[in-house]
């Protein structure tokens, strides 16, 4: 088995000749000395340098719009414009609601014209609701013990950069 290693190896630096000749006259047109070696160096060469080509062809031009579940730049634009304009009209839709059920109630009777505003209307829609803020003990905990984990591994990588240094 090892025997047939050291052929394949040799076989692989063994110079041959590529010879090109005219079929008519037998005139040699062309000639090459290879080796197995070189032939195939080249030919993997040749095939990183198509795939390096058709990756940048691909990456850096318009064609990669064509390959299937990339955008383009352009349409994530117009996307986020899209949202930004719906998100815009469902609020004043919402804030148009609002005021016609305070007229409705105005015409129903259940609210004084005095009362009815439109600022008033608006401002209770408005309105955030109450959050309470106040952090609660297991946060306050958890907070701590945190902090004193921060301030060991500080500590260790502190000691560890001193012994580095020496």
Request: hydrophobic share 40%; proline share 2%.
């Amino acid at each position: 088995m090892a025997k047939k290693k050291f052929d394949f190896r040799k076989k692989l630096f063994i110079k041959n000749r590529l010879v090109i000749l005219n079929e008519d006259t037998f005139e040699e047109i062309f000639s090459f000395k290879l080796t197995l070696m070189n032939v195939f160096v080249i030919f993997s060469l040749g095939g990183i340098f198509l795939i390096l080509i058709t990756t940048f062809i691909i990456a850096f031009t318009p064609l990669r719009e064509f390959i299937p579940g990339y955008s383009s730049s352009e349409l994530k634009k117009n996307a986020t414009e899209l949202a930004i304009k719906s998100d815009s009209l469902e609020t004043a839709l919402k804030k148009n609601e609002a005021y016609i059920h305070g007229i409705q109630k105005v015409l129903r009777g259940e609210l004084e014209y005095a009362k009815f505003n439109k600022d008033s209307i608006l401002a209770e829609k408005d309105e955030p609701s109450e959050v309470n803020m106040k952090a609660t003990e297991e946060e306050i905990k958890l907070r701590d013990e945190v902090a004193k984990e921060e301030k060991v591994s500080g500590e260790k990588k502190q000691s560890k950069n001193k012994s580095d240094k020496k």
